[in-house]
């Protein structure tokens, strides 16, 4: 399937705005290049810039500390992110870890998924976020929400 040029897309985002079918745009799962396109797209067509990006971003997955928080800083294009993923697509929230019964899980259901989180690397660094958390009074969700809320 093709996808419609980055000027179709913002140009239908500008036609929503105008009819007041929404009140703001954002973009998800987009690379720094992409939104610089987006956002000197919509400079060019007099659209208002995306407000937000959802990426994911969690203590495994910090791609976005990279060149996209700098292109989406207020002081650049001034896009707030959404994370999703910061509970490392649930291995932080402790059912993987502690014997619950997984096997109608996103994860076992779909092995191809988010296979970030199944790699050894991944669940070592699961085990060590236990630990710190455990060592701070926290639990690990507690603690890569915290995290992720101080970025």
């Known amino acids: 399937q093709e996808v419609p040029r980055i000027e179709e897309q913002v140009s239908a985002m500008g036609e929503l705005l105008r009819a007041g079918k929404i009140r703001y745009w954002g973009l998800s ?4 290049f992409g939104v610089c396109q987006f ?3 919509a400079k060019r067509l007099g659209v208002p810039l995306p407000v937000s990006i959802q990426n994911d971003f969690s203590p495994y997955l910090r791609v976005f500390e990279q060149d996209l ?3 989406c ?3 650049n294009y001034n896009i707030g992110l959404l994370a999703y993923g910061v509970l490392a697509g649930g291995y932080l929230s402790g ?3 502690n014997g619950y019964d997984t096997s109608k899980s996103r994860h076992t259901l ?3 998924f988010q296979p970030r989180y199944h790699a050894a690397r991944a669940h070592a ?3 060590d976020l236990v630990e710190l958390a455990k060592s701070r009074g926290l639990t690990a969700a ?3 929400m915290a995290w992720a809320a101080s970025r």
């Open 73 to 75: 800083a207020p002081s």
């Open 142 to 144: 507690q603690l890569a």
């Open 39 to 41: 956002c000197e797209a």
């Open 69 to 71: 928080a700098e292109a």
């Open 125 to 127: 660094a699961t085990w």
């Open 95 to 97: 059912k993987y870890l």
């Open 110 to 112: 779909f092995p191809g």
């Open 29 to 32: 799962n987009e690379t720094t």
